[in-house]
């Protein structure tokens, strides 16, 4: 409180604001912090609130406690570095940290962004109102060097413990600054002995000389390069700590460095076993930012196309996550059903995992005329393939006894966790985007929400098995009512013209040329959005920062894996090892969207 | 008698010349180039932190003990199993001793914990944090 | 002299179908997990495959030997012998047949009809932990050790419901011999009807002695000292080359001769019923080698089925399984033969 901030004060406090504010929360927090609340903005049915630094943990203390508003998810901690943005003084903050606050039971979004100068670049952690918000705040500090207050464990997340330079900078270059040829040979790679010094209680009176083993990144078990550095005692977990970023590929620098429509292909290869949903969930994005009305024909072909991943991304982790168990042979009938399913990508997009389907304003073409046929023929056939897994499975006792009572999550963690999707389905909680927050052609369909009990392995073991079911409900309704139609927007400075327009016509040949011309065709206005969606692993959602160029000026990923995985070293802290595998499977880590 | 315990050695002599004939088949073959990183410790392709000859977990030798402890008894029970037809009730009742105190060292051990592995504490979600929170700093 | 002659002939053929059976149940696993899996398996080398064990066993010699730098080097060599030396030795006391006249000699089909047969099962097979627990220490490898350590403790504790659940048996059988063993069950019948095959009057006896050689063998559900996805390799995590074959070899010489132990102390061995065991035409004699054959095989089928069917089990399950569950049940079984005898006496 003592740096009671200078600038926000500069920062024109907001002149009375005129108009009504219409969100209740937006209100509230006007009222309550009339001095630090400096703006708000609502658009586009996204409620943004500007506010100083000093008091963010009252004000989402506030948010969180008051009964009325009850923002009980912190569902992702971004930041934003203004510096090249049109209208930028040199004296206004040059960062604003940006929360993505959901509240479950009134079921509404609140944006707040904390101003942040560069010369104090410091802001207070809100880890201790929302245990969530650990990774995004250590993945904040370490791509813009923003430093959190009171964060229990601030250390780079994704790059080098050795890194110099904070890479979302703007004034960090894409291609980065030759440190590739430096830090190679002599990366000091993790912490060393990360536990020197630190002595732990031990309930246990036999237990002796702690082992301290790496787990991956090399690993059968981890499906991608990840690594756990476990401390053990014999063969129970006595400590936990995750290490990621061996994946990182620096696809939130990318997306200020590629158009808009070039971007739809960086995000297929985001998550890797569902790059549909990807490059939906960004579409979605770019649309609602751009105000584009997606014809239904597109919206319902998209639903389509989302469930079917779906249920490929689910049947590699059930595969994945049986095999770890030891089932070897539930992997091989899985992926014969995820063949099926990268068939019907083939046929559609052209290609089976780098599809890179839509495009801004709809779909790149349309489905081939023996869609319908193949996509009923696949779920024709896919109840019996679940069903022979639920019979290797569902009630085999050795299955039930490795996941019962494994890596137990209550809700109320869950939720203070930020965990999405499944696992917090697993653990009770009723939130599933396609329901609360619709998007798509959702609301139009007949689908149950699977929920576990006990947010046990085993319970999320469940509720992914019932959700294959309802992905293939939604599937057979989604083609009954698919409409014909166009599958892209009529705007033709948005979308490219037929090709054989483009041969033939002036007017077509124009638009081909101004659509792709830099600063011409695809630029939305200044602006943010954010759309959420429910992907196979939870809450997905880009939230992109426009500054009216053909190029995003900030591309925020909130990846579902990244923040289920965050709470992993809780969930198995004094299990064994072969738990903290089955746990690892229930997490469904996918490296690629885990490190972007 | 005697012999068939021959053929027992002239097995293993057997079995044993098969072995090192195949090692020795191989060496003459197989290429040889190591290098430093083909001769280090796998650990996942991490430097191991601190290394494996540690004093392990000590229930591995409690059941260990167990087992003597058990294996004995159970080899005892061999000659009487063969001629147990012969010796009638007073050789039962005798076994019957003999087994029932068998089963109270196993309720014993059963009791003291010693055949428990180690399960998690209930409320181990709260009181197992990576690292304890840092409280608001006024 | 002819003695030793016909000894070593025996041995030299038994070794050599123990060591084809072996690098063909690899094949069988591969070929079967294939079938289950809705695969093909192997189909490139030879016709169906079958000359993929040949294949399997040439890469094995010529891939190069990496001896880690930071190994405890002797006993790092001793311990693949000291697998797979006592994984084929308990086979010496196993009755392949009856008795069979090869010019003019009868000869018995065993190598050594060793009067405390099953003793020498179990002191041979428990030397097997040997070999695992000394090659996962010396390794000087984190998963290397915690496989050792697993399966040393998983084997000893399994050691003992294996050991009392032949008591049963042995009390019926009043011998240590395992050709009296099957002697015994080739004659009489069980309720008049089913051959006299342990299987059908020590039930208990025999389900205690399958699980328990399921968990020696290291065999899913009980492979935890080499779980592919949590030990990586386990035990054999340092080794290479030849060295690693023969860790390889030892698993499945070890599921053979549990397969014939299964078949030849709860199934009859050789026997079949409808055949006059004491004829010993030699016709019938190879077709009682026969049977025992299909015998062993099919539990070595038993073996892979089983594998590529259930996950895995932890391991505080398996010590429980074994401690509370196996051991209890195999002592209550002595007491109950024990007493069935008695009063039948």
Known sequence: MAEESAEAIETEPAEEAPEEIGDPAARALKDRFPDEVLEVSETRGETTVVCAKSRIRDILTLLKDEPRLSFDRLSDVSAVDYTSYPGHEPDTPRFNVVYNLYSHPNNQRLRLRAQVTEDACTIPSVTSIHRGAEWAEREVFDMFGIRFDGHPDLRRILMPLNFEHYPLRKDYPVRGMGERDVIAPEDPGFLGNPYAGEEEEVDDPLGSERMVLNLGPQHPATHGTLRLTLELDGERIVRCIPDIGYLHTGFEKLGEHHTYNQYVTVTDRMNYLSPLCNNIAYSMSVERLMDLEVPERALYIRTILWELSRIADHMVWLGTHALDIGAFTVFLYTFEQRERCYNIFELVTGARLTTSYTRIGGLGWDVPDNFREVVLDFVAQFPAAVEEVERLLTRNRIWIDRTKDIGVISAEDAINWNMSGPMLRGSGVEYDIRKQEPFLVYPDLDFDVPVGKHGDTYDRYLVRMEELRQSQRIIEQALDKLPDGPVKVGDAKVILPEKGEVDFGMESLIHHFKVLMDGHGLTPELGEAYVPTESPNGELGFYVVSDGTGYAYRMRVRSPSFMNYQAYPQMVNGHMISDAIAVLGSVNVIAGELDR | MLLDYANVLLFLSVGSFFIVFNLFLGSLFRPDNPDPEKLSTYECGEEPVGGSWIQFNIRFYVVALDFIIFDVEVVLLYPWAVVAQEFGWYGFGVAFVFIFILLLGLAFAWKKGTLEWVRPKVDRFRDTMTRPLVEEAA | ?345
Not at chain 3, 298 to 317: G, K, N
Request: aromatic share 12%.
């Open chain 3, 1 to 345: 002299m002819d003695y030793a002659l016909e000894s070593l002939i025996k041995i030299a053929i038994v070794l050599g179908v123990i060591i084809t059976t072996v690098a063909y149940v690899v094949l069988a696993e591969r070929k079967v997990s294939a079938y289950i899996q809705n695969r093909l398996g192997p189909n490139r080398v030879g016709p169906w495959g079958l000359l993929q064990p040949l294949a399997d066993g040439l890469k094995f010699i010529l891939k190069e030997d990496v001896i880690p730098n930071h190994v405890n080097k002797a006993i790092y060599l001793i311990a693949p012998a000291a697998i797979l030396v006592p994984a084929l030795m308990g086979f010496a006391v196993v009755p392949f047949g009856d008795t069979l006249m090869v010019v003019g000699r009868e000869v018995q089909l065993i190598i050594s009809d060793a009067d405390i047969g099953v003793l020498y099962i179990l002191a041979v097979s428990s030397l097997g932990v040997y070999g695992v627990v000394l090659g996962g220490w010396a390794s000087n490898n984190k998963y290397a050790l915690m496989g050792g350590v697993r399966a040393s403790a998983q084997m000893i504790s399994y050691e003992l419901s294996l050991g009392l659940s032949l008591i049963g048996v042995l009390m019926i059988a009043e011998s240590l011999k395992l050709s009296d063993v099957v002697n015994l069950q080739a004659t009489g019948t069980v309720l008049g009807v089913l051959p006299a095959w342990f299987v059908f009057n020590q039930p208990i006896a025999c389900l205690v002695f399958m699980v328990s050689v399921f968990a020696e063998t290291n065999r899913l559900p009980f492979d935890l000292p080499e779980a592919e996805q949590e030990l990586v390799a386990g035990y054999h995590a340092e080794y290479s080359s030849m060295k690693f074959a023969m860790f390889f070899m030892a698993e499945y010489a070890h599921m053979i001769t549990a397969s014939a132990l299964i078949a030849t102390l709860f199934f009859g061995g050789w026997h079949l019923p409808g055949v006059d065991p004491t004829d010993s035409s030699f016709a019938l004699s190879v077709l009682k080698v026969l049977v025992f054959a299909v015998k062993t095989a099919f539990f070595l089928f038993v073996f892979i089925w089983v594998r590529w069917t259930v996950p895995r089990f932890r391991y505080d399950q398996v010590m429980r399984l074994g401690w509370k569950y196996l051991l209890p049940l195999a002592l209550l079984n002595v007491l109950l033969t024990g007493l069935y005898l008695t009063l039948n006496r």
